[in-house]
């Protein structure tokens, strides 16, 4: 005796099932041209809508991803302080290595910096926010938070750790291409607080000197030109202290650009390359 659930009493009970069905309902009856009741007289406008509910999936679907707007190397997002993510594209470095003697020491925040922790240096943006950071010769992404001021060299936008320069591909190079734009901890793109700017306001970073003479004397020229100037102590990578001449206290960053323009201007004979950063 077969067992009930062999495939040969399966066949047979769906054979009997069927013959069930179509003794039990009589055969559907003609419908003469021109009847059909409501389901027919809805046929017409049913199809239409159809066709208006698959235009509306298709152009959903083929529309193209969201993208970053390019930005010029070294430039800002023209819309950050639209209530957009800020934007910047340009070079960036790293630090941390065993010579550089930055493991272990303060960072503007008060952290004490790790190499092997997923941070970095800007020169404007808040401490403590996270950006994400996209090397644009391999299209590597990671987010960092910002616990550091930097860099001070020209034409760099970025020092990220030695650890995020390792996770972006670039740690033997030295530096690359990148663009960042700031997120939150969730790497979702996230404004800037315009608040933020009155709290912690922009300065011009003059020049960094070690010997004392040069400091007073650049310190005293700023000062009877473009007023409030401040010193602020730092080691270089080499280990040198030296001080760091600042001028002003701006709100705008449109303010310290035309300071930095001027000084620029003032000092150009002296090979000093002025640069916009935070008083913190």
């Known amino acids: 005796m077969l067992s ?36 027919r007289i809805m046929r017409l406008p049913t199809r239409g809508l159809a066709a208006l509910v698959a235009l509306s999936f ?11 707007a390019p930005t010029p190397a070294g430039s800002r997002s023209p819309g950050a302080a639209e209530g957009q993510p800020y934007m910047e594209e340009g070079l960036a470095s790293w630090y941390g290595g065993a010579d ?18 997923f941070t970095c240096a800007h020169r404007t943006l ?12 391999n299209r590597k992404r990671k987010v960092l938070r910002v616990n ?4 001070f060299l ?13 996770e972006l591909g670039f740690l033997g190079v030295g530096t690359t291409r990148i663009r960042l734009r700031t997120v939150d901890a969730m790497g979702l793109p996230v404004a ?13 970073q003059v020049a960094a000197l070690s010997n004392p003479k ?51 201007k003032l000092l150009k004979d002296r090979g000093v390359e002025p640069f916009i950063t935070r008083q913190r």
């Open 126 to 137: 808040p401490l403590g926010s996270f950006v994400e950071v996209e090397n644009l010769e």
């Open 214 to 264: 040069n400091i007073e004397a650049l310190r005293h020229e700023l000062e009877n030109t473009f007023g409030e100037v401040s010193l602020q102590g730092a080691a270089t990578r080499g280990g040198l202290t030296v001080k760091r001449v600042r001028v002003g206290s701006y709100t705008t960053r449109q303010d310290a650009e035309q300071s930095a323009e001027q000084i620029a």
């Open 4 to 39: 009930l659930f062999h495939p040969t009493n399966w066949s047979q009970a769906c054979v009997s099932w069927i013959h069930e069905i179509q003794v039990a309902f009589d055969p559907p009856t003609p419908v003469e041209p021109g009847k059909g009741g409501f389901l």
């Open 148 to 151: 550091d001021r930097g860099p």
């Open 192 to 204: 800037l607080d315009p608040a933020f700017d009155k709290a912690n306001p922009y300065v011009v």
């Open 100 to 117: 550089d003697g930055f493991a272990g020491r303060p960072t503007a925040n008060g952290d004490i910096f790790d190499p092997e922790q």
């Open 154 to 166: 020209k034409g760099r936008i970025l020092d990220l750790s030695k650890r995020g320069a390792k």
């Open 58 to 68: 298709t152009l959903h679907c083929t529309r193209p991803p969201v993208a970053w």
